[in-house]
C-alpha cells in the first residue's frame, strides 16, 4: 500500500511570494489534514477535509492561506504571501473514515520544509 | 483548551539504558493518546494507541502507559539503542472528528 505522498520536499522562498504544496493521500482515505510543524514544537492542524468538505479549518490563518480538495482526493495547501513567520514543515496525513469518537489511524507523509527568507 | 506538554525535551543516554519519557495533559476527556515517532525529514510513524478505557499497550520494547485522571501518560523504552535516536511525539486525540493535539516532542539520542 502506498504511503501518503507530499512535493515538493523542500521550498525557500521570499517574503510576501506565494507559494503551494501538494498532498496524495492513501487510496480510499476519505479524511485528509494539514499541519504546520515549526522547529522545536509539535504539528498543529490547520484544516481537516471530509471528502470535500471542511470540517476543521479553525487554526488556519484565512487572511494568507488556503486549501483545496478536488474531487476528495489531493489537496493543495497554499500561503500567499508568506511571512517569515510561515517557515515550517508542513505534514499531510490521511485516514480512513476520521468519524468522531472511532479509532481512526493517521498517515502522514513526509512533509515539506519550508523555508522564508 | 486541551494543551499536552512532555518532559524531558530532549535526553541523550549511553546504549542499554532503559528510559521514560513523560507526557501530560490539561483536559482529562480523550478518546485515546498516541506516541510516534519522528526522524529527520520524514513523517510521523505511529508507535502504540491506548484508548481512553486502557492502562497500557506493549510493542516489543515499547511499553506506553495511560492514567487519564492525572492526565499523565509515559513511555518506557527498554534496552535502548542508537536506531531508537528520534524525536518521540505524544498526541491526544479529543473533541470531535479525529483532531490529535500533539506536544513539542522529547528528542532522544542514543550513543553508542
Known amino acids: 500500500e502506498a504511503g501518503v505522498a507530499q512535493s515538493p520536499r523542500y521550498k525557500i522562498i521570499e517574503k510576501r511570494q506565494s507559494v503551494a504544496f501538494w498532498c496524495n493521500p492513501i487510496?480510499?482515505?476519505?479524511?485528509l489534514y494539514w499541519y504546520q510543524q515549526i522547529l522545536g514544537q509539535g504539528p498543529k492542524l490547520l484544516i481537516q477535509?471530509?471528502?470535500?468538505?471542511?470540517?476543521?479549518d479553525s487554526q488556519l490563518p484565512k487572511d494568507r492561506f488556503s486549501a483545496e480538495r478536488l474531487k476528495g482526493v489531493d489537496s493543495t495547501l497554499k500561503i500567499q504571501p508568506a511571512k517569515l513567520e510561515d517557515s515550517a514543515v508542513y505534514l499531510c496525513?490521511?485516514?480512513?473514515?476520521?468519524?468522531?469518537?472511532?479509532?481512526?489511524?493517521?498517515?502522514f507523509g513526509p512533509g515539506t520544509r519550508l523555508t522564508v527568507l | 483548551k486541551q494543551e499536552v506538554t512532555q518532559i524531558p525535551a530532549a535526553l541523550s543516554v549511553p546504549e542499554g539504558e532503559n528510559l521514560v519519557l513523560n507526557c501530560s495533559f490539561t483536559?482529562?476527556?480523550?478518546?485515546?493518546l498516541q506516541w510516534f515517532r519522528q526522524d529527520p525529514g520524514k513523517g510521523l510513524t505511529s508507535l502504540l494507541l491506548?484508548?481512553?478505557?486502557?492502562r497500557e499497550q506493549t510493542s516489543g520494547r515499547l511499553n506506553a502507559s495511560l492514567d487519564k485522571s492525572s492526565g499523565r501518560s509515559t513511555l518506557y523504552i527498554a534496552a535502548s539503542q542508537p536506531g531508537d535516536s528520534a524525536t518521540y511525539l505524544c498526541?491526544?486525540?479529543?473533541?470531535?472528528?479525529?483532531?490529535?493535539?500533539f506536544g513539542a516532542g522529547t528528542r532522544l539520542a542514543v550513543h553508542p
Open positions: 491506548i484508548q481512553s478505557s486502557q
Open positions: 477535509f471530509q471528502n470535500n468538505g471542511v470540517v476543521d
Open positions: 496525513a490521511s485516514s480512513f473514515r476520521g468519524l468522531a469518537g472511532g479509532e481512526d489511524t493517521q498517515y
Open positions: 498526541a491526544v486525540r479529543s473533541g470531535g472528528y479525529n483532531k490529535l493535539i
Open positions: 487510496s480510499g482515505h476519505a479524511t
Open positions: 483536559d482529562s476527556a480523550i478518546y485515546n
